[in-house]
């Protein structure tokens, strides 16, 4: 019986080529193909915006895999890295995003004249970044209450 064998990313160079890929395609063409073309307006803009980022990030969280995960098993719907250092890091990035656009949101509301969509792309933000800090954060409590073993480096020259 043949199986199908998920397809996963190992190496940094190919996640480097997924977040690259990712912006390029999602990003760029087809979120500047919505602005230009379309006449979309920026909320809805931020809408398709907060949809693929948000989607990115957890199919990425998804076919991303670390050093001694194994590729065949899909990883539990919580977790976003294969380490809770990383996980609890990157939650910090987010959680420190998540407050700045809190602050340039209040900023923007009590500025007079930021335009019609200043806060609105704020408050976009610091949906997107909230949530990325949460499913972050949660991913490392979890990961760290886990028995993690990581798999001993290959060293050349060892005689299995």
């Known amino acids: 019986m043949n199986r199908w064998y998920p397809f996963r990313i190992t190496t940094w160079w190919g996640k480097l080529l997924y977040v690259f890929g990712f912006w390029l395609v999602f990003s760029s063409l087809i979120g500047g193909a919505l602005l230009n073309w379309t006449g979309i307006d920026d909320p ?8 693929t980022v948000l989607g990115a990030y957890l199919i990425g969280a998804r076919i991303f895999r670390g050093r001694g995960e194994n590729p065949a098993l899909p990883r539990p719907w919580w977790q976003m890295t294969a380490r809770p250092k990383l996980s609890r890091r990157l939650g910090i990035v987010f959680v420190v995003l998540t407050a700045l656009s809190v602050i340039m949101l209040v900023v923007d509301l ?3 004249g930021p335009g019609p969509f200043a806060p609105v792309n704020d408050a976009f933000s610091v949906i997107v970044s909230g949530i990325l800090a949460y499913l972050y954060l949660n991913s490392a409590a979890r990961l760290k209450e886990a028995v993690w073993h990581v798999a001993p480096p290959i ?4 005689a299995g």
């Open 155 to 158: 060293v050349a020259g060892d």
């Open 110 to 112: 009590l500025r007079v």
């Open 44 to 51: 809805g803009y931020q809408i398709y915006s907060l949809i």
